[in-house]
Structure formats: C-alpha cells, structure tokens
C-alpha cells in the first residue's frame, strides 16, 4: 500500500520540528507549498530571516523549483557511515536581478535549476531580487535567500554552486571554485583556473572561451537552458496577425517600446501589437501584464522583437520568427550569432542609426519565405532540452575533475 504524507503550510513549526524528524526516519513528505529535499530546506533553515521564515504566523517562503523538485523526491537517501540516511545535495545559484541588472540571468538559471533538481540536486538561489527577477523566481516557486558575506555570498553548507554574475571579482570567484564544485555561465565572471564554464551561445566555442580549457568548457547551442515548455508551444505561424515586443525590463529598454512599435506598424499595416509595459501602454499597443511570461503568450503570438538576450533563443525555440536587439555590450554577441546562424535578424541597437537598423530588419521580416526558413532553423538548433544536457555535462567535468562524491552528497578533491 502506497500514502502521501501531506502538511498544509510551510510555517516555521513545519521547518523546525517535522522536517528533522522526516530525515530521522528517511521519510518522504510533501507541503502546499511543494516539495523540497531535507538538504534544501536545511539550507533556509540555516539562512531562515524575515523574507524566508518569517514569523511564526507567516508562512515560509520556500517552494519548490517548478514541477522539477515537484517531481523530485523531497528526501534523497544516501548511505552515510553510521547507516543512517543522508540528504540532496544543496546547490546554490548566485546571481541577481533588478531593473538594471534586469533578469536575463535569473531567466537562463531557472531552467538549469529545474535540470539540476531532476538529477536529485535541492537548488537554491541566492542574490537580491526586485521586479522581473522577483517574479520569474515567485512563478517558477524557486527558494531563495540573501548572500551570505563569505566568498561569492556563498558560505559553506553549498555542495556545489552556479554563479552568473558580472559584478564579482575573479579574486572570489576562484576562492568560492576553490571550495566546492563551480560552474560559470558564458560571457559572466569566471576564474580563470577552477570550475566548469558553460557557454551555449550559436557561436560557441569560440574568443569568449578561447583562453579556458576544454576539459572545463561545456560549449554550444545544444546546450541552451531553455524551458521546455517552448519547444512544446510550437505551432504554423504562416501570416503575421499579432507581434510580440518585448525588449527587456530595463528601464532604458521600456523607453524603446513606442518607437518599436510605430516601426512595426508601419510595416505590418492592421497588426495587433502587444507589449509587456509596467505603465500606460503607446497608442496601437495592447499592454500585457508586466510581467508576462513569455509561454503564456507563444499561442497568440505570430512575431516577435526582442532583446538579443536568453529571449531571443526561446523564442527561437518556439517557432517565433523574430527581430532581436542588442541593447546591452553583452548582447552584441547573440545579435550577430543568430544573424549569422540564420535564427534571427540581428540589430545593433547601440548604433546611432538604430532607427534605419531596425526599419532594414523588419523589412526583411515581411518576406513570408524568410520568416519560414527562420522557423525551420531556430527549431533545429534549440530543441528545448539544453538545461537537461548541460546538467548532466556539467556533473560528469565536476566528476573528471577528480571531485569525489562523499557520503553526505558534497562533494571533495
């Protein structure tokens, strides 16, 4: 006979009396709020504050990450060496998102985390986050907790860690590599001599990477860690009746909603423009909700301009012939690789003429045998299992690395 073990909430009660006695008698259980290993939930027990336990009356705020660590089994046990169970490994990922920093690296870790989780890691995000950021992370029902003042904000109850950040020095990027198994993201902050680097770009591997090592480089497109869920989205888009601009939630790239709009209304005469925008949307714009996810609007959608970031591959994942902008340094690179790749019409928005530039690429995006060939070959390239096979590629370098796994789930040299 099979049961499910079931509390209601997660209050601080929950986190300090059943949990310890879940992990004394190896039992699984799950909460409303989701469901998440012991090691997780020992790792906000450690952190726990006012925004993760809250008061005895407040509910915790600790969820699962999505329908991965739903999945997952909340307890993972392992022999330890007194026979008694062991726990997940607790798995941090240190980045951050705000209105200027924006949410690109909390949107491309999310569905890492999840691929993470399904292979039995407890994913934690560990940064500061405002807006976007902050509601990408409250839908996916990611946990997460302010950094701690070690190292990369990571103190030392992390098994492993995920840092993509521009801002930390590489003095403490190899210290926190020193300490546990590290993995870096494309064009972020990276030591130079530790931890695995993942770069999924179009043009990968390539001048981003040269300098590292290919037994710690993981490189390429098949690698992207995008949702699922986009792949899944896919459907004819043979005419243009309804275009998606979303441009980021930077507040320099709010401003540019209008003038993208009047631009594709003159090209697309009698389309519905639709854009996520936090204030009173332009004139011929239908505002979204800010914010919107980018799958709950895939179906009513037939093309899209967006920023040159991780948008422009899922929207390439999904069958959305698109227009991507580079509005940031970094996002030149994804601009010009999707030109050249064919999966996008790539502008460089940080030209003085971005006007004429963006005029000459929605031009191009009226020819209906363009936007088909776009199709065909963004849906090659992304197929949605990027964040599942760089999980487990990024698990067998940290293992050639000669990281051995311990009894408790961490790892050492």
């Known amino acids: 006979m099979a049961a499910v073990l079931s509390f209601d909430d997660g209050y ?12 004394r008698h190896g039992v699984r259980a799950m909460t409303r709020i989701g469901m998440l290993s012991s090691a997780g939930l020992a790792v906000v027990s450690r952190h726990r504050d006012a925004r993760i336990a809250g008061r005895s009356a407040s509910p915790a705020r600790v969820t699962s990450v999505g329908a991965a660590l739903a999945a997952s089994a909340p307890t ?18 240190r980045c951050d998102g705000d209105a200027v920093v924006g949410a690109g690296h909390v949107a491309r870790c999310i569905p890492l985390a999840a691929a993470f989780a399904e292979a039995g890691w407890s994913p934690v995000f560990v940064g500061e986050y405002t807006g976007l950021a902050e509601w990408l992370l409250d839908r996916a029902g990611c946990p997460r ?12 109850g992390w098994a492993a860690a995920v840092v993509d950040t521009y801002t930390i020095p590489d003095s403490e990027l190899c210290a926190a590599a020193a300490r546990r198994p590290l993995l870096t993201l494309a064009e972020a902050r990276r030591c130079s001599k530790r931890g695995v680097v993942l770069d999924y770009h179009l043009d990968a591997p390539g001048a981003a990477t040269e300098l590292v090592k290919p037994d710690r480089l993981v490189a390429g497109p098949r690698y992207a860690p995008l949702d699922p869920r986009l792949a899944a989205a896919r459907s004819p888009r043979p005419t243009v009746g309804r275009v998606l ?3 980021g939630g930077t507040d320099r790239a709010q401003r540019l909603v209008p003038q993208i709009a009047q631009q594709v209304a003159h090209h697309f005469p009698g389309v519905t423009i639709l854009a996520p925008i936090a204030g009173a949307a332009p ?34 994942c999904a069958g959305v012939p698109s227009l991507v902008v580079a509005l940031a ?3 030149l690179r994804v601009a010009r690789a ?21 005029e000459a690429g929605l031009q191009r995006l009226t020819d209906p045998g363009l936007r088909a060939t776009l199709i065909e070959v963004g849906t090659r390239i992304f197929d949605g299992h990027g964040a599942e096979r760089a999980a487990a590629e990024v698990q067998r370098r940290w293992a050639l690395a000669g990281l051995a796994e311990r009894p408790d789930g961490r790892f050492e040299a």
């Not at 392992?78 to 990922?93: E, I, K, M, Q, T």
């Open 12 to 23: 601080r009660d929950f986190l300090e009396f059943a949990i310890p006695a879940l992990e």
């Open 76 to 93: 993972r046990v392992v022999s330890s060496p007194d026979g008694g169970p062991g726990v997940a490994r607790a798995l941090a990922f």
């Open 245 to 247: 601009v979303t441009v």
């Open 145 to 156: 907790i302010a950094p701690a003042r070690d190292a990369c904000g990571l103190d030392d």
């Open 329 to 331: 340094a970094n996002q």
């Open 338 to 358: 999707c030109d050249a790749a064919g999966v996008a019409i790539g502008v460089d928005g940080l030209r003085s003429d971005v006007t004429a530039a963006l």
């Open 283 to 316: 004139f011929g714009v239908e505002r979204l909700p800010c914010p919107t996810a980018l799958v709950d609007v895939l179906p009513d959608i037939d093309l899209a301009v967006s920023a040159a970031g991780i948008t422009a591959y899922e929207l390439a």
